[in-house]
Structures are given as C-alpha cells and as structure tokens.
C-alpha cells in the first residue's frame, strides 16, 4: 500500500512538471511572435527612454490597450509617437502591441520617439550622461602651436661685451674697482692713468696758443693734432684749451652697464698703448644654451620665439629668440645646442643659472581644435 502511494505521488510531480514546462514554452513562443515588430519603424528615429518609472510605463500600457494604441501611433497624452513596447527586465526583446510581459509578471512598457532629435543626431539621456559622467564641448578653429619643451644655462651675451684699453703707456695712479664680477654702470670710472708722454705735446700746444699772430693757426692746429697722436680723444683735448693747463692724468670710464669679466691692472703697474685693462659683459640680454633632442631638431628655426622660466625667479616669464642652431650633435646625449638670446632688462638671470625654455613653433596653421580631454591616447607618438 505504502509502495503504490509514492508511486501514485511521483506521478503526479512529473506531471506537474510537464505542465509547468508547457506554459514556459508557450509563452516564449508567443513573445517571440509578439517581437515580430519591422524595423522600418524605428529606423532613422532617436528612442526616448524617458525618466519614466516602470510603474508610470505600466499604467501608459493598459490606457493603451484601452485605446487601442500599437507601435507607430501617436500617445495623446504624450504627443510622442510610440516606437515599441519592452520589458525593461529583458530590454533585447521588442513589441508592437501593448501586452502583459511574456516574461516577468508586468506589462510592457512603451518607448516614445524624442520628437526634438535629429535623426544623425546621437543622443544620450540625461541619467546616462550623469552616470557615465560625460561633458561635452564645441569644436572650434584656431591655431595650435607645436610647443617644443627644453633646459638649458644661462651665460653671457658674447655680442654684448665692451674692452677697455690704454691709449697710451702709462701708469695705473687709482682703482675704482677691485674683482671681477662686480656690477658696473654706464660711464662709471674704473681707473685713473697717469700718462707722461702727453706733457710734453699739451705744453707745446699751450705755448703756441699764447703766441699773437693769425699766422700761427697751421701751427696750433699741427699741435693740436700731436695730442691727438700720443692718444688724446678730442673731450681730453677740449679740456687742455678749456683749462690752459696740462692734464696729464685720464680716467677710463665704462662704456657699457653690466659685469666685470676681467680686470688686468693694480695700481703701481705700467700699461703699454693697447694693453687690455678690463672687460665687461653686458646683462641686458643673455644666452641661454639649450639642449635639443636631434629627433625634434627640425621644430627649431632661427629666430622663431622661445619663453623661458627659472626657479631662481619665480613667476618671471623671459621672452627670447633663437638665434642660432649650433651645428654639432652630441655624441652622447644626441642632443643639438640652440642659442638662444633672452632679455633680461633687470638683470634678474645671471651665467650659471637653470631655465626651462618652451619654444613656439613658427609654421602654425590653423586647425580644429578640441579639449586634451576628449582625446584617447593611444601610446603612438604622432
């Protein structure tokens, strides 16, 4: 008896399975049927997924039942055409008509056609961007510079030196500077010469001067001119005629601002006609040496406009010009030497100093234009 009772109940659980089995299928089948929707519907339309809440899509479903409502009619209450209906739990499947879902114990929910959208438009709904996080930006025209990134020291302006020199044998009497590298300014005296050989022809001079006759002219103009010989500049001269005495002492000023280089004489030496006595490098400009990758050599051009930026100044931006592309490589950084001239009107950067140097690129065009941020790298350089 117990037997045939358990026989009797798997039986029966068999069949309850078969039966259950059966509605699966048959309601695959006809959602697949209901899915028979033509693309030619949707094609060249934008779907608006709405902010709708399901219940809200739900309640749209069963008034169009009512209505009588199908894939490409207008919903009254909506003035949007109905593109399809879905379930939102199984979004891949598509219907024509409004139903209960085949699949989840809901209805459909329907899918209007964004009446605002252009068809080549691709649009994304406002949750999306937020989710996805997505900005966008307008393409625009302009000119983008290829900007070439280098270092370099700063030295001194060789074009931009002054020599100071003896005219004539004398003696160093006075010092008005000690070392070198001391900052000098324009016109600042830099030391006093005592010169014999120029008594002798400013007395003669004198001498004739005080003669009477307008037959001595030829003869003070051929003194004048042997002050000249020894190494008198006319200024010096003038002084002799202004003063009616000898001016055997001359101070040699500097004829330029900016830093001592080099100074040859002390005090008590004799300096002989064209001996150097000091000389001076200017700071209203300077080099700045920069060491350029072979590989991006062909960015450079002479004269094309360079900004540089040193720590020993912060917040200074120096404007330059690339002056010179020394021709040598390196052989072992591979790197080529630009010259470029900086200016340098404070006398802020000094010879020995660390810049960074971006250089502007004189062959710009204009181009399309979009943010860094929009555009995926790859990892090939372009």
């Not at 309601?27 to 697949?32: E, K, L, T």
């Not at 003669?204 to 008198?232: C, K, N, Y």
């Not at 917040?315 to 790197?335: D, K, L, S, W, Y």
């Amino acid at each position: 008896m117990k037997n045939r009772s358990l026989v009797i109940s798997l039986v029966a659980v068999a069949a309850l399975g078969a039966a259950g089995y059966g509605v699966y299928m048959f309601g695959m089948q006809r959602g697949m049927g209901m899915a028979s929707m033509p693309t030619a519907s949707t094609s060249g339309a934008t779907a608006d997924t709405g902010p709708q809440s399901i219940a809200q899509g739900e309640e749209a479903t069963r008034k169009h039942i009512d209505a009588g409502l199908k894939a490409g009619d207008m919903d009254p209450a909506t003035g949007k055409k109905i593109l399809y209906y879905h379930d939102p739990m199984v979004p891949g499947n598509k219907f024509d008509k409004p139903a209960k879902s085949p699949f989840m114990n809901m209805m459909l929910v329907p899918v209007y056609q964004d009446s605002d959208a252009d068809a080549s438009q691709v649009t994304v709904s406002p949750r999306v961007q937020q989710n996805l996080g997505v900005r966008t930006a307008l393409v625009s025209e302009g000119t983008l510079t290829s900007q070439l990134s280098a270092v370099g020291n700063i030295a001194f302006n060789e074009r931009d030196q002054a020599i100071v020199q003896a005219r004539a044998t004398g003696f160093v009497e006075r010092l008005y500077v000690r070392a070198t590298l001391d900052r000098v300014a324009a016109g600042q005296p830099l030391v006093d010469l005592h010169v014999p050989d120029w008594i002798a022809a400013q007395e003669e001079f004198l001498s004739v001067r005080r003669m009477q006759g307008t037959e001595l002219a030829p003869i003070i103009d051929g003194a004048r001119q042997r002050m000249r010989q020894v190494g008198m500049n006319d200024a010096q001269i003038r002084l002799v005629e202004s003063s009616g005495r000898t001016q055997p002492r001359i101070t040699l000023t500097a004829p330029i601002s900016g830093v001592l280089v080099e100074l040859m004489v002390r005090e008590g030496m004799t300096v002989m006609p064209g001996a150097t006595i000091a000389r001076i490098s200017g700071l209203s400009t300077v080099w700045a040496q920069a060491e350029v990758p072979e590989s991006q050599s062909a960015l450079l051009r002479p004269g094309a406009k360079v900004q540089a930026r040193s720590p020993a100044v912060p917040g200074e931006t120096f404007n330059g010009t690339v002056q010179a592309i020394v021709p040598e490589v390196n052989a072992a950084t591979r790197t080529l030497k630009a010259r470029v001239e900086l200016a340098n009107p404070q006398g802020q950067l000094v010879p020995g100093m660390f810049v960074t140097m971006q250089f502007m690129d004189s062959r710009a065009e204009k181009s399309l234009l979009i943010p860094t941020e929009a555009v995926i790298q790859t990892g090939t350089r372009t």
